[in-house]
């Protein structure tokens, strides 16, 4: 549709015609842009989720950065500084902090991140170790990717509706990737993702590297740099890049990259070895539960002969669920074990689930035909356009995994007096579950 443009009355810096000697059009002009204040603030698990907290945030260009946290009933703030590294965006340089708090005492704490003259809000956590007799709540998300602010406010539209219908009832929430859709190119995307979310930085915020969270590399001529991933998390004790685990009670979880990957290459074969090494360690085969959180899944609507290297580790190391995104649709697949001999799949009373879920934003096209092998490994299969949430809640004896729908969010219907997103009222309703057990 064609919009006519009044050019008397239209900002003339942004209309006006333009020559070759005005340059490249930014396209920045519009977008959100970092500020003086902390932008894109995450808090998360350290290695040991029960006494440790990680933190990232981004500045403007600054030599130092803080965080000062405190007892929630306590007067004496206690500080530690940041450490630091200067990136550039296309738009502004900016400057990465990264915190790690070791050995904290149970209970409430009140934290602000930044420096003097430009602190952020006040935010609370809790510290605590979830006993066998606790339930680990967990809020599942997945592909926000946007272009624009109109496509990251069916994001904040759904947060709000999850946060409404869940009371905001989970311990932390998992994303599975592709925050972004241009990885480090576009800024603004994740600035939107945080923007449209902006409690965020309340609850440990664990995420995983999307393949359109990659930055380009120009020795590669591709788009395989997981870089900008540790621009907006703060790893403690990463295996590489982008990949790591963790403890939280009586649960272990190991965060895996799916991308950029390729028969027998080095990332597959680091990464197989490593998760080989975490999952052997006595410590980890003690916990109850081993869950593991990837871009995309081992199981979907297809199995891709490129995460097969992790299927045989995954079952034989005990491991009970992978979860991911990626392809947006739903899928929820059998329990499988240890692929055969000539990698065929196995079903095994003893193997792991497979779930995933549907886009949680604005982009829901479809990027993969159905396999015709469906029915060898799959439970459900659902591609209906309709953004996905997932929720986990765990005890000791077993996980609970309930699927929900949101409906009437997008699409958004766009005219040159705006969107009709402040006018949509969404609609939450749960379409499939499954209970683990040992």
């Not at 490249?24 to 970092?34: A, N």
Request: hydrophobic share 30%.
């Amino acid at each position: 549709m064609a919009w006519e443009v009044n050019l008397k009355s239209a900002p003339v810096e942004i209309f006006r015609p333009r020559c070759l000697k005005d340059g490249r059009l930014d396209s920045y002009y519009d977008k959100i842009s970092l500020q003086d204040y902390p932008m894109c603030i995450n808090m998360g698990y350290g290695k040991d989720g029960n006494t440790t907290r990680t933190f990232a945030w981004q500045t403007l260009t600054t030599h130092k950065g803080y965080i000062k946290y405190k007892s929630i009933n306590g007067t004496a703030w206690m500080t530690k500084r940041s450490t630091i590294k200067h990136i550039g965006h296309p738009d502004c340089d900016a400057t990465v902090h990264n915190v790690i708090l070791y050995n904290l005492e149970p209970g409430k704490y009140v934290y602000k991140v930044g420096s003097e003259s430009c602190w952020s809000d006040e935010y609370e956590f809790e510290v605590k170790t979830p006993t066998n007799s606790d339930t680990i709540k967990i809020l599942w998300t997945s592909d926000q990717q946007g272009w624009n602010e109109h496509e990251y406010k069916s994001w904040g539209i759904m947060y709000d509706a999850i946060k409404q219908y869940t009371n905001n009832d989970h311990d932390f929430m998992i994303n599975t990737g592709d925050i972004s859709q241009n990885g480090g190119g576009h800024a603004y995307e994740w600035r939107y993702y945080y923007d449209f979310a902006p409690d965020i930085p309340c609850k440990c915020h664990m995420t995983t590297c999307g393949n359109n969270d990659l930055t380009y590399t120009p020795e590669t001529d591709k788009k395989d740099n997981p870089e900008a991933f540790t621009w907006y998390t703060c790893i403690d004790q990463p295996a590489y890049t982008s990949c790591y685990s963790w403890d939280y009670g009586y649960c272990h979880f190991i965060c895996l990259n799916s991308n950029t990957m390729s028969a027998n290459s080095s990332i597959a074969l680091e990464q197989v070895a490593w998760l080989e090494q975490d999952l052997a360690r006595p410590e980890v085969q003690a916990q109850r539960w081993r869950i593991v959180y990837m871009h995309e899944p081992v199981y979907a609507h297809t199995r891709s002969k490129l995460l097969d290297c992790f299927i045989t580790p995954m079952a034989n190391g005990n491991v009970d669920l992978c979860i991911g995104g990626h392809h947006h649709r739903y899928t929820r697949c059998k329990r499988m074990g240890a692929l055969g001999p000539n990698k065929e799949n196995n079903q095994s009373p003893t193997g792991f689930y497979s779930l995933m879920i549907n886009a949680c934003g604005y982009k829901l096209d479809g990027k993969t035909a159905p396999a015709s092998n469906n029915s060898e490994y799959m439970d459900v299969y659902d591609d209906a356009k309709v953004p996905n949430f997932g929720r986990l809640e765990i005890t000791y004896n077993q996980i609970s995994f309930k699927a929900y729908k949101i409906y009437d969010v997008v699409p958004f219907t766009l005219t040159p007096y705006g969107d009709n997103s402040d006018t949509k009222v969404p609609r939450i309703e749960q379409f499939d579950s499954l209970i683990i057990t040992k």
